[in-house]
């Protein structure tokens, strides 16, 4: 049975268009496949994996705040549906 990945809650698809996920974010630019072939230099592989460690601390603090925004929203409804 075929469904709708926008109406099946588990996937990534319907998580982006409910705001569940961060959909536009710098961070993700990094992630992309790169297929050209590069000549190996130490001090390039050197600054690489220092800036991955840096991306993924950024990513991994804004990701927090994506989840303290939903929540502070959450919470801000249902003390209006309470009121």
Known sequence: MKRNPRKVKWTKAYRRLHGKDMTQDSTFEFQRKRNRPERYDRNL???TLKAIKKIDKVRSERAADHIKQRFNIHLI???MKQS
Do not use: G, K, S
Request: glycine share 0%; charged share 15%.
């Open 45 to 47: 592989a050197e600054n």
């Open 77 to 79: 409804f249902t003390l």
